[in-house]
């Protein structure tokens, strides 16, 4: 199994419109061979007192798929490609965590 944490920042007065593409990408990519999971989280402050905040322009997305290949497939499937530009100009920055179970 992969794990895949995305940490995605955009600009914060595009944010529900992005949100609103991601939605609409969801269900495409959970039709997808070999996810698991695959959903868009934002923050939710708590009196937790370690937990840190991402931030007003960020955007997490939880993955988990069956394998590395699927994981890839993914990353080239048609409507990821139609996501990315629909996308492009709300985007600021990704980073990207790839993660196996230990």
Same mark, same amino acid.
């Given at each position: 199994?992969?794990?895949?944490? /995305?940490?995605? &920042?955009?600009?914060?007065? *595009? *944010? #529900? #419109? !992005?949100?609103?593409? !991601?939605? @609409?990408?969801?269900?495409?990519?959970?039709?997808?061979?070999?996810? +698991?999971?695959?959903? %868009?989280?934002? @923050?939710?402050?708590?009196?937790?007192?370690?937990?840190? +905040?991402?931030? @007003? @322009? %960020?955007?997490?997305?939880? #993955?988990?798929?069956? $394998?590395?290949?699927?994981?890839? /497939?993914?990353?080239?499937?048609?409507?990821?490609?139609?996501?990315? #530009? &629909? =996308?492009?100009?709300? +985007? *600021?920055?990704? $980073?990207? +965590? =790839?993660? &196996?179970?230990?």
């Amino acid at each position: 199994m992969i794990h895949v944490v /995305a940490t995605l &920042r955009i600009d914060p007065a *595009r *944010r #529900e #419109e !992005f949100l609103q593409a !991601f939605a @609409d990408l969801t269900p495409l990519v959970h039709a997808e061979r070999g996810c +698991l999971e695959y959903g %868009a989280a934002i @923050d939710e402050p708590t009196p937790i007192g370690a937990q840190s +905040l991402a931030g @007003d @322009d %960020a955007v997490v997305v939880i #993955e988990k798929w069956e $394998s590395l290949a699927a994981l890839e /497939a993914h990353l080239v499937a048609p409507h990821m490609e139609a996501y990315r #530009e &629909r =996308v492009a100009d709300m +985007l *600021r920055d990704v $980073s990207l +965590l =790839v993660l &196996r179970p230990a």
